[in-house]
């Protein structure tokens, strides 16, 4: 019996490492975030290694990549979660309960150091309307993701009874609001446009999650194409030749990190990456945490410590680890929060039906 030669498809890169890496990826993410918020001076503390240095400042600089690999996990994430139980009550419960005791806990406490306008104007920052209204930026991420949650399951709905021409009709939808809005309302979009502009790469995981769940193999000419696009987008980010048009510099972000999660994927998928991989598992734990706490401690701890150290790299040191005691904490209150308010609340319910 002779053998079948296996086709490059079932010898490609399967979609699902997307899934198996999970963690490792918004692991790299966060960390990618953490570097962008932390303002060392690289030059400085490398003086020695001027290559090294230039190449750690090009990676600091396109750090907040890391948010649009966010968004398009969370798409892939909410797919499964989706098609898994497609109960609307357990979805919006298990994001909500995930996403709103952290965000109001670390806005009630960063607006109460930083709002400058009144009462009235620190009511407005913590339920995020000063964001439409004056432009204020500090949780654009979790005012997107609120949103996104909110209108998934229409997402969801769509995509399963349009497929491809559902999702490509999506994002063409959102890329002609951002430009009909930018030349009509350019004010008002200044304010929103680094949430608006983000909303097609979720879409596109929103999307891949089909693909990503059915284990769906393609070429690893894909994996090597987004290492080509990677280079050749730093090569052009690096010239900036449309950095006044931010939709596209937005756009061109999004396939960024989409050409980072299928690169690292599938070097975390292929290869062990030992303490570093360990590391980046715990920090991708606690990505959410850390993304809220972390540019806003470097805010309230500026004042209380001094160094001599000019690059500025021990103080985001210190930082770092205050950030990771802060976003503990908070992830153990909201979880304590989960379970002994919203989850006996739900015993009891289950108790009186029965």
């Not at 975030?33 to 090294?52: C, G």
Request: hydrophobic letters at 50%; one cysteine or more.
């Amino acid at each position: 019996m002779s053998k079948t030669k296996p086709t490059i498809a079932a010898k490609g890169y399967s979609l699902s490492a997307l899934s198996t890496t999970r963690d490792l990826l918004f692991g790299l993410a966060t960390l990618m975030i953490i570097i962008f918020h932390s303002y060392v001076n690289i030059n400085t503390a490398m003086p020695n290694h001027p290559v090294l240095a230039g190449i750690l400042s090009l990676i600091r600089y396109h750090g907040n990549k890391g948010v649009d690999m966010f968004l398009f996990m969370s798409g892939i994430g909410l797919y499964y979660s989706m098609s898994s139980n497609p109960r609307l009550r357990d979805f919006y419960k298990k994001r909500a309960t995930r996403i709103l005791p952290a965000v109001f806990i670390v806005s009630f406490i960063w607006f109460a150091f930083d709002t400058p306008a009144g009462i009235n104007g620190y009511f407005e920052d913590v339920f995020f309307v000063s964001f439409f209204t004056r432009g204020v930026r500090n949780f654009w991420y979790f005012i997107l993701m609120i949103f996104l949650y909110a209108i998934y399951p229409l997402i969801h709905k769509f995509f399963k009874s349009t497929g491809v021409i559902g999702a490509i009709t999506s994002v063409v939808v959102v890329v002609a609001l951002n430009f009909v809005l930018m030349e009509t309302a350019p004010l008002f979009y200044s304010r929103i446009e680094i949430a608006l502009t983000r909303i097609p790469v979720f879409l596109l995981g929103a999307f891949a999650g089909k693909y990503v769940k059915e284990g769906k193999k393609i070429s690893w000419a894909w994996i090597v194409l987004s290492a080509i696009g990677i280079i050749g987008i730093y090569i052009f980010y690096h010239f900036e030749p449309f950095v006044e048009l931010v939709y596209l510099y937005r756009y061109i972000g999004g396939v960024f990190a989409i050409c980072h999660l299928f690169l690292f994927s599938a070097i975390f998928s292929k290869w062990r990456m030992g303490a570093l991989g360990t590391f980046l598992v715990w920090l991708g734990g606690y990505s959410m945490e850390i993304y809220l706490i972390h540019e806003k401690a470097a805010v309230i701890f500026n004042k209380s410590f001094h160094t001599s150290d000019s690059s500025g790299i021990v103080y985001y040191i210190a930082i770092f680890f205050i950030t990771v005691i802060f976003a503990m904490a908070l992830k153990a209150i909201c979880q304590n929060l989960d379970k002994n308010l919203f989850y006996k609340n739900d015993s009891k319910k289950a108790k009186k039906t029965n």
